[in-house]
């Protein structure tokens, strides 16, 4: 197989889905493992992969490996696979916390390693991932990784003491947009608005906001005046927002974030 996932969770699920849709591999290049029997026949049926429950035969068969378990399960699965993988095999990981060093330290040999942090958009292949390899990853391995991880959305090869930055304002931000979103969808119904439409409004005013952030290229704060208009009606919600604490909030959310990665 030229792709292998240990752990077959919603994340996992969701970067096969991708990569397949997306015509990099076909189902058939891809096996995943996990213990939990129910997931591996949801796959199995819904992408069409090789799955099993043994992940040595993951580590024995695959060109690159993501380990897509929790970040406790790590040193476990690594023990586990550590003496079958090949010289060759590409290990991808995406748990929070998990330095290079200290994979390094658990595989106890020079394995080619890419730490990456993807996020849950993956699931409608609009998922944003960074990745850092170590040493031993030629450049070449590193275009194919980040071949494989932009089928599932956008990828960004980054220097290591960004990861915890970019757990704090992308692979954990997704649930402060939906709280976000929720708040916004509850506003609307204190003003009559119905809940479906209210959602649907709130989401798609956050979806083409983001859009004219990546495609206009313009600064936010720019866009932002552009809908103030002199004594209207966003100016004044922005005068609520920054009475509140918004930004101040984000931001200490986004922190709170980064040090429990730091803590993994």
């Given at each position: 197989m030229k792709l292998g996932f240990i752990g077959c969770g919603n994340m996992a699920k969701a970067m096969m889905g991708g990569i397949i849709n997306s015509n990099i591999l076909a189902a058939n290049e891809i096996i995943a493992s996990d213990a939990y029997q129910p997931s591996l026949d949801k796959a199995s049926k819904e992408l069409g992969i090789n799955v099993t429950t043994d992940n040595k035969e993951v580590a024995k068969n695959s060109e690159v490996i993501v380990l897509s378990v929790k970040p406790q399960f790590y040193a476990v699965v690594i023990e586990e696979i550590k003496d079958i993988i090949s010289d060759s095999t590409i290990i991808v990981t995406i748990a929070p916390g998990q330095t290079l060093a200290r994979l390094h330290e658990q595989f106890g040999r020079d394995a080619k390693i890419v730490r990456c942090m993807p996020n849950t958009p993956a699931m409608v292949c609009e998922g944003m991932t960074a990745a850092c390899p170590n040493e031993f990853v030629t450049k070449d391995e590193m275009d194919y990784v980040s071949k494989l991880l932009s089928g599932f959305g956008k990828s960004e090869v980054v220097k290591e003491y960004m990861m915890d930055a970019v757990v704090a304002v992308s692979g954990s931000s997704p649930a402060y947009v939906y709280i976000f979103i929720e708040a916004l969808a509850d506003a609307a119904v204190v003003e009559g608005m119905p809940r479906d439409a209210a959602y649907k409004f709130a989401a798609q005013a956050v979806y083409g906001s983001a859009k004219m952030v990546l495609e206009t290229g313009m600064?936010?704060?720019?866009?932002?005046?552009?809908?103030?208009?002199?004594?209207g009606t966003t100016i004044e919600a922005v005068r609520s927002l920054?009475?509140?604490?918004?930004?101040s909030s984000v931001m200490e959310a986004a922190k709170a974030a980064a040090d429990k990665c730091k803590q993994l």
């Open positions: 600064h936010p704060g720019a866009l932002k005046d552009m809908v103030c208009s002199p004594a920054e009475a509140s604490g918004f930004r």
